[in-house]
């Protein structure tokens, strides 16, 4: 627009003063600034772009082959244009990178008519997580320089890729574990297939229950016990608090930490015992519909409205899978894990507090922390004073911060085991067994 402005002025004091061959000159230069503009415009909307991918779903350790086509559908010769495919800037920049780059993905090319270049690159998932691939974007203009347009050429693509699973070391159902069954502090229900003694008869007991050995023996009415139900299956509780990691572990304890709730998840799955996920984090698409996805910003204007941004991650709403059995139920954990994320809204002890109700009497509750303030510890107390049976599994590297946490949870009572990789995780639940 200032070219325009500044050609204008110098043919309006070219007129007045009658000077001829500065009027041809910008006449020229007038034309050829409308022309480029309108090239460039026109190039841009002939362009078409097609994305094709492998997955939509994947492990870690997986490859995405990504291939873009974009199509000059145009008559006119697109002379440059400059295509780039956006990836996450948090995935790449993070130490260890979530996201390993195989090929090229910024190209620049000269398309003819009715012409195409394509662009080809590999993706390999380092980390679980819900990952954006792309949007394209296409840059292009005049033979001069002195029009660009940029245009986004595709929308997004987006992949989830899975935790990582890792199996649990040998059970014994009998045993006292985190997940193991253990009698109930109230006899919520009573398992018919396990007596545990006899008592007189009482009116309104069925004829089912009664004792005819013992009946006969004594000549008098006798009815069985039962024993109480077991506690079978678990709800883990994760932390996921953005205080809860420090900056120096990161992002390896956290992901320690979704990694054991993924396999404790798939063994209490496999032992087809109920299982559920309750934690603080935040969904990734959720996040993705309420604030749109990730664009790519190349103007100062732009880059700095972004940083000036408040982004405050202050979910205060935790995310739910019910505790259940199901053959959907591991699935439902898993694509949960996938996305979830940090944040610094829900802290662990409001969490408690907010699904409590929520939390089956009949499961071990399993805590997953990074971190145990007293707050925390007394939130673990309060359930296990409610009746519920709780343990608890720490994601501690340092020597005296396990150790302050250790004390504060067993001065509540509650089990503790420790894990500092992903070895201690396969290895867990058989210390406990072992106990």
Not at 237 to 265: K, M
Request: aromatic residues 6%.
């Amino acid at each position: 627009m200032k070219w325009y402005v500044g050609v204008i002025i110098l043919l309006i004091v070219a007129l007045v003063l009658q000077l001829g061959l500065l009027i041809y000159a910008l006449g020229v230069l007038l034309a050829l600034l409308l022309i480029s503009r309108f090239l460039a415009r026109v190039w841009m909307e002939n362009l078409r772009v097609r994305r094709k991918c492998n997955l939509e779903s994947a492990q870690v350790g997986d490859t995405l082959h990504v291939q873009v086509t974009v199509q000059n559908d145009g008559r006119i010769p697109v002379p440059w244009v400059l295509v780039e495919d956006i990836l996450p800037r948090k995935a790449l920049r993070q130490r260890p990178p979530r996201l390993k780059v195989k090929g090229k993905r910024i190209k620049l090319a000269m398309i003819g008519s009715q012409g195409k270049a394509t662009l080809k690159y590999e993706l390999e998932f380092q980390m679980r997580g819900y990952y954006q691939v792309g949007p394209l974007t296409l840059e292009g203009g005049d033979l001069f320089g002195l029009h660009r347009r940029f245009r986004v050429g595709t929308e997004p693509h987006f992949v989830l890729v899975y935790p990582k699973v890792l199996p649990l070391k040998s059970y014994d159902i009998a045993s006292r574990r985190p997940i193991g069954e253990i009698r109930l502090m109230h006899k919520l229900y009573e398992d018919p297939t396990r007596i545990g003694g006899v008592r007189l008869y009482q009116m309104g007991d069925p004829l089912n229950r009664v004792h005819w050995r013992a009946t006969a023996r004594t000549l008098v009415l006798h009815s069985k016990i039962y024993e109480p139900s077991t506690i079978a299956g678990a709800t883990i509780l994760l932390d996921f608090h953005v205080g809860a990691y420090h900056a120096r572990g990161e992002p390896y304890r956290s992901e320690l930490a979704v990694t054991a709730a993924a396999s404790l998840a798939n063994a209490l799955f496999q032992m087809n015992q109920q299982v559920g996920l309750i934690t603080n984090g935040r969904d990734a698409s959720e996040r993705i519909r309420l604030e749109g996805w990730d664009g790519d910003y190349r103007t100062r204007q732009a880059a700095k409205q972004k940083a000036a941004e408040v982004d405050p991650n202050d979910r205060l709403q935790p995310l739910v899978v019910e505790t259940r059995r199901g053959p959907e139920q591991l699935q439902r954990i898993l694509e949960t894990l996938a996305r979830v994320e940090l944040t610094d809204g829900l802290a662990f002890p409001e969490l408690v507090v907010e699904t409590s109700h929520r939390m089956p009497r009949d499961a071990t509750i399993i805590a997953l922390l990074g971190d145990v303030t007293p707050e925390t510890a007394l939130a673990l107390g309060n359930l296990r004073r409610q009746g519920l049976a709780v343990s608890a599994i720490l994601m501690i590297f340092e020597e005296k911060p396990y150790e302050a946490a250790y004390a504060r949870l067993a001065a509540e009572g509650i089990e503790v085991r420790h894990v500092r990789d992903e070895a201690g995780i396969s290895d867990m639940c058989e210390r406990q067994t072992l106990r």
